[in-house]
């Protein structure tokens, strides 16, 4: 029987490279929030140990859920860091962030006690750890992907200055699909399908021509991700996808709305009158 160690060095799983990277950006001060961490795991005592090995490192905020809650969990808490387990049946499906319809986050470190599991997830991870865990090992991993998300941080308040600063940027990538999950399926939802959003709560209604879905997410979030020239939110409530909208009512007095083209009507805030015209104009 081959040892723990063994295994790893056979399958090449620890991407030496980067645990070996002396990453010189750790230290300025462009982690001003703290990382958020998901901790992804199906066996209890398993993410007993790893949450408190996260939350006893400094700058760093945890969330543990089980491994049925990947999906509405990443989508709800926008983790800069998730830990999750290699039989997690969503990520085990898919294999990809972009299968899920997800936007990879920073930095992904995936677990399992079977070596051969974890060769699948190499292109989407800073570093594969064979169970049981080692807390040595664990440890470096983590300061892989500690490095990792300093560094995209840092990468990202350098575009926002040159972008500030009017130099040319790339063009930025808005979501194109959400993962929603549906009892034990996980429904694709392509974003231009959707007519309306519709904010309860912690969840939003995605609202179709033949179908909607509940998310679990803030309208909030989900709005920063969204193309703002498809997009538009029409009331604290309510974000309207405009390729489905037939017409807005905008009367001196009395109530607003805008009309979809299957008929519903939502309700506009008179308040946002002149900031309804201006964003229209801008987008004709």
Same mark, same amino acid.
């Not at 860091?81 to 299968?99: C, M, Q, S, Y």
């Not at 991870?125 to 440890?139: N, Y």
């Not at 609202?207 to 009331?235: G, I, T, Y």
């Given at each position: 029987?081959?040892?723990?160690?063994?295994?790893?060095?056979?399958? *090449?799983?620890?991407?030496?490279?980067?645990?070996?990277?002396?990453?010189?950006?750790?230290?300025?001060? +462009?982690?001003?929030?703290?990382?958020?961490?998901?901790?992804?795991?199906?066996?209890?005592?398993?993410?007993?140990?790893?949450?408190?090995? +996260?939350?006893?490192?400094?700058?760093?905020t +945890?969330?543990?859920?089980?491994?049925?809650?990947?999906?509405s969990?990443?989508?709800?808490?926008?983790?800069?860091?998730v830990?999750? *387990?290699?039989?997690?049946?969503?990520?085990?499906?898919?294999k990809?962030?972009?299968?899920?319809?997800?936007?990879s986050?920073?930095?992904?470190?995936?677990?399992?006690?079977d070596?051969?599991? =974890?060769?699948?997830?190499?292109?989407?991870?800073?570093?594969?750890?064979?169970?049981p865990? *080692?807390?040595?090992?664990?440890?470096?991993?983590?300061? +892989?992907?500690?490095?990792?998300?300093?560094?995209?941080?840092?990468?990202?308040?350098?575009?926002?200055?040159l972008s500030?600063?009017?130099?040319?940027?790339?063009?930025? #990538?808005f979501?194109?699909?959400?993962?929603?999950?549906?009892?034990?399926?996980?429904?694709?939802?392509?974003?231009? *399908?959707? #007519?309306?959003?519709?904010?309860l709560?912690?969840?939003?209604?995605?609202?179709?021509?033949?179908?909607?879905?509940?998310?679990?997410?803030?309208?909030?979030? =989900?709005?920063?991700?969204?193309?703002?020239?498809?997009? =538009?939110?029409?009331?604290?409530?309510?974000?309207?996808?405009?390729?489905?909208?037939?017409?807005?009512?905008?009367?001196?007095?009395?109530?607003?709305?805008?009309?979809?083209?299957?008929?519903?009507?939502?309700? =506009?805030?008179?308040?946002?009158?002149?900031?309804?015209?201006?964003?229209?104009?801008?987008?004709?």
């Amino acid at each position: 029987m081959a040892t723990p160690e063994e295994l790893r060095n056979h399958y *090449d799983l620890r991407p030496v490279a980067e645990v070996l990277e002396v990453e010189a950006r750790a230290s300025v001060d +462009v982690q001003v929030a703290p990382i958020r961490v998901l901790v992804v795991e199906p066996d209890a005592g398993s993410r007993r140990l790893i949450c408190s090995l +996260v939350e006893g490192e400094p700058g760093m905020t +945890v969330e543990c859920v089980g491994d049925s809650q990947l999906v509405s969990s990443v989508q709800e808490y926008a983790p800069d860091l998730v830990i999750l *387990d290699g039989h997690t049946p969503a990520i085990r499906r898919g294999k990809t962030w972009d299968a899920l319809g997800i936007k990879s986050p920073p930095a992904t470190i995936v677990t399992a006690y079977d070596p051969a599991v =974890l060769a699948a997830f190499a292109s989407i991870a800073v570093d594969l750890l064979v169970k049981p865990l *080692d807390v040595e090992r664990f440890e470096s991993a983590r300061g +892989v992907a500690r490095s990792r998300i300093v560094r995209a941080r840092s990468e990202m308040e350098t575009s926002n200055r040159l972008s500030e600063h009017g130099d040319a940027m790339p063009r930025r #990538q808005f979501l194109r699909r959400l993962a929603v999950e549906a009892g034990e399926k996980i429904v694709l939802v392509r974003v231009e *399908d959707i #007519q309306w959003m519709q904010s309860l709560g912690k969840h939003i209604r995605l609202h179709m021509r033949e179908a909607s879905h509940l998310l679990r997410q803030s309208l909030k979030n =989900l709005q920063a991700s969204l193309d703002p020239k498809q997009f =538009l939110r029409v009331h604290r409530n309510a974000i309207v996808n405009l390729d489905h909208v037939a017409e807005f009512y905008l009367p001196p007095s009395g109530n607003m709305f805008v009309k979809l083209n299957d008929g519903v009507s939502l309700p =506009l805030r008179r308040a946002n009158r002149a900031m309804l015209r201006k964003r229209l104009k801008d987008m004709s």
